[in-house]
């Protein structure tokens, strides 16, 4: 998982599992072996509530929406890049924290540190990715 610099915990559990896959995906740019992660009324909230990439803040809902959100943030990066720093499994979930570094066409990246959580189902397949950061705070990060 060359994109994915885990410091945290590595002791197996569902949900940390499909968070490792989810992130190590997207670091290659694996767009179809990361929707398959995915459950089919599966959501995706990143950041939580309102932004650019979602202006009702209401999360991106089932698997063709999923798949839109990628086109719109993850297809716009050159890369990203995840330092997780710590990771806390319970019951179905897992929240990690870190930050999420993407590095754009233009050759600048920006961080977004903040606590990303993972639930899943009973299969492992994910049901709701919800990532809490700050866009200006990532903004203030440009370089």
């Given at each position: 998982?060359?994109?994915?610099?885990?410091?945290?915990?590595?002791a197996s559990?569902?949900?940390?599992?499909a968070?490792?896959a989810?992130?190590d995906a997207v670091?290659?740019?694996a767009k179809?072996?990361?929707?398959?992660?995915?459950?089919?009324?599966a959501?995706v909230e990143?950041p939580v509530g309102?932004?650019?990439?979602d202006?009702d803040?209401k999360?991106h809902?089932g698997r063709?929406?999923?798949a839109a959100?990628?086109?719109?943030?993850i297809?716009q990066?050159?890369?990203?890049?995840?330092?997780?720093?710590?990771?806390f499994a319970c019951?179905?979930e897992?929240a990690?924290?870190?930050?999420i570094?993407?590095?754009?066409?233009?050759g600048?990246?920006?961080?977004?540190?903040?606590v990303?959580t993972?639930?899943v189902?009973?299969?492992?397949?994910v049901?709701a990715?919800?990532?809490f950061?700050e866009?200006d705070?990532a903004?203030?990060?440009l370089?």
């Open positions: 998982m060359s994109g994915v610099h885990w410091k945290a915990t590595r559990h569902p949900a940390r599992d968070a490792l989810s992130m670091s290659r740019g179809d072996e990361w929707l398959s992660l995915f459950a089919d009324d959501v990143d309102p932004s650019a990439f202006p803040g999360g809902h063709e929406a999923i959100f990628w086109e719109t943030a297809a990066a050159e890369r990203i890049e995840f330092t997780i720093e710590d990771s019951g179905n897992v990690n924290t870190g930050t570094t993407t590095h754009l066409p233009d600048s990246a920006m961080d977004a540190e903040g990303f993972y639930r189902d009973d299969q492992g397949r049901t990715l919800r990532a950061w866009f705070r903004v203030a990060t370089r």
